[in-house]
Nanobody, 125 residues
């Protein structure tokens, strides 16, 4: 059974940084493309970032986070990270990691089969 567990969320002031982690179990981690999504209250879940399987040489970012967020992975630790810098109040949301058992990096939530439970990020102004 695939399990994804996020951590690292919290309350931070605007301009600050957080690093989210997502640990996978029950899957051959390096054979999964990993994605990060977020959902703010009253809004639809939206794509944030993704990293391809194995070496993770391909990444993709939403325009709203490009240049501020960095996605990376450590296959030995079965962990994907989201480094979030220069946070803005608009980044406030529940952040979810997701896994996709193909090489293709996709930005739609329907493209991912496995999901974590989410971690809350609150950015105060």
């Amino acid at each position: 059974q695939v399990q994804l567990v996020e951590s690292g969320g919290g309350l931070v002031q605007a301009g600050g940084s957080l690093r989210l982690s997502c640990v996978g179990s029950g899957l051959t981690f390096d054979r999964y493309t990993m994605g990060w999504f977020r959902q703010a209250p009253g809004k639809e879940r939206e794509f944030v970032a993704a990293i391809s399987m194995v070496s993770g040489h391909r990444t993709d970012y939403a325009a709203s986070v490009k240049g501020r967020f960095i996605v990376s992975r450590d296959n030995a630790k079965k962990t994907v990270y989201l480094q979030m810098n220069n946070l803005e109040p608009e980044d406030t949301a529940v952040y979810y990691c997701a896994a996709r058992a193909t090489f293709e990096v996709v930005t739609t939530h329907s493209g991912y089969r496995n999901w974590g439970q989410g971690t809350q990020v609150i950015v105060s102004s």
